[in-house]
């Protein structure tokens, strides 16, 4: 199975390191790591990671430059792509089919050939403009999964926070995760009033 990471330059590179330290751990995965220039600025920045370790990371790594690379092909079959943090310039490129880059174009092709593209997109607030992008998106087939917090999981630390995003991402590969349990539902604490509320 092989599977593109593409980090941006939006905040929150933690996502998309987090990311291909969880892929590592499976054997039958195989990862395909694309950093974009303002994204490799940023981690540093975010991070107490270097840009030479989050690459060790990947299996392969491919310079955003390179319109030549395999994964700008439709016929290199992968099982799709995340972007993880996607910039607004990255989903605006997407949505346009503007594939001036390699992130674009993996991303292009990963609609085009109809397998998952995910695309945590990392902006707040939003305006008319970024809606608009993110519904084209959603309407191209791309999933639009920006990392929302969750507390129904009683989070301890920012770990917690970004974990489960990253289970999202594993669920919607059906990948099997043991980062956040499956919601069992909710369970009454308190006993109803005699009205019932």
């Not at 840009?51 to 700008?72: C, K």
């Not at 084209?136 to 791309?142: C, F, I, Q, T, Y």
């Not at 507390?151 to 990253?166: A, M, Q, S």
Request: hydrophobic share 45%; glycine share 6%.
């Amino acid at each position: 199975m092989r599977l593109v990471v593409a980090i941006t330059g939006a905040t929150g590179s933690i996502y998309g390191i987090r990311l291909l330290e969880i892929l590592a751990g499976y054997r039958e995965v195989e990862t395909h790591l694309v950093l974009s220039r303002p994204a490799k600025r940023t981690l540093v920045e975010e991070t107490r990671y270097s840009v030479a370790e989050v690459e060790a990371l990947a299996d392969h790594v491919h310079d955003n430059r390179d319109i030549g690379a395999s994964i700008a092909s439709g016929s290199f079959r992968t099982s799709g792509m995340i972007i993880a943090p996607c910039s607004i310039k990255t989903a605006s490129a997407v949505a346009t089919c503007h594939a001036e880059n390699l992130i674009a174009r993996a991303a292009d092709v990963t609609l085009k050939e109809g397998r998952p593209l995910i695309m945590l997109i990392r902006e707040t607030p939003l305006h008319v403009g970024h809606l608009k992008c993110m519904l084209a998106l959603a309407e191209m087939g791309a999933v639009v999964l920006p990392p929302m917090p969750a507390f129904y999981n009683r989070p301890k630390d920012l770990d917690d926070i970004v974990n489960h995003t990253i289970a999202r991402v594993l669920d919607r590969l059906s990948l099997p995760q043991t980062l956040v349990e499956e919601w069992q539902g909710t369970h009454p604490r308190l006993p109803l009033g005699p009205s019932g509320d």
